[in-house]
Structures are given as structure tokens and as C-alpha cells.
């Protein structure tokens, strides 16, 4: 069975840092692009920065600067280092994969997968 796991969120002070992580576990060939979101309460899901499968990284306005994407194929894995964190960071943040294709006796594609979150908050 293929799955993600975030992890790395927890509390911490306004300034401060965070690395989330994105762990793809079980029977994988590839992974194409994989994508992180958040959602805050009572908001919608927001895009906050999209990691491509050669490690190109793309981010929302309001991390610019801030955060930065990057990862490990051969760990199946991709980061979110968070940085000067803010308040308005307070969020659950999930990672997606649009498209692994598996490995083993029954070849497949898995489209649109996505992580159960990992809950970030900044307050002093």
C-alpha cells in the first residue's frame, strides 16, 4: 500500500523555523510532481508551493522568501523548510502527490494522493 506521512509541524514562536517532511512509503517507482498545501480554520485549502520532479520549486506569494521546497527522489521524499515564521502560518499543512506509478507484480498509477497533515502553529 502506498501512502504519504507529513511530519515536522509542532509550535513555535513568531521567527522562528520549521522543516515539514513528506515521506511516500511502500512500493514506488516515480513520483511526478508533488505539491504543498495548507488550511487554516474556518479557510479554504491554500497552494503553497509546488516541488516538480526535477526539484524546480514555485511558491505562493505569501511565502515567497520565506519557505523553500526541495527533494530527495531517492528517498521518495520532499521538505518545506519554513523560515521568519508568522502567525498567519498557523496552519495544517498537506502534502499531494499527482502521479506515482508503483513497482511490484501489479503495475499501476495512483493519481492525486494526499497526506493526512501535519499541524503547524506560530504563537507567542
Known amino acids: 500500500q502506498v501512502q504519504l506521512v507529513e511530519s515536522g509541524g509542532g509550535l513555535v514562536q513568531p521567527g522562528g523555523s520549521l522543516r515539514l517532511s513528506c515521506a511516500a512509503s511502500?512500493?514506488?517507482?516515480?513520483?511526478?510532481?508533488m505539491t504543498w498545501y495548507r488550511q487554516a480554520p474556518g479557510k479554504q485549502r491554500e497552494l503553497v508551493a509546488i516541488i516538480t520532479s526535477r526539484g524546480g520549486t514555485v511558491y505562493a506569494d505569501s511565502v515567497k522568501g520565506r519557505f523553500t521546497g526541495s527533494r530527495d527522489n531517492a528517498k521518495n521524499t520532499v521538505y518545506l523548510q519554513m523560515n521568519s515564521l508568522k502567525p498567519e502560518d498557523t496552519a495544517v499543512y498537506y502534502c499531494?502527490?499527482?502521479?506515482?506509478?508503483?513497482?511490484?507484480?501489479?503495475?499501476?498509477?495512483?493519481?492525486?494522493?494526499w497526506g493526512q497533515g501535519t499541524q503547524v502553529t506560530v504563537s507567542s
Open positions: 511502500g512500493s514506488i517507482s516515480s513520483i511526478n510532481t
Open positions: 499531494n502527490a499527482d502521479r506515482i506509478l508503483t513497482s511490484g507484480p501489479n503495475i499501476r498509477w495512483l493519481n492525486d494522493l
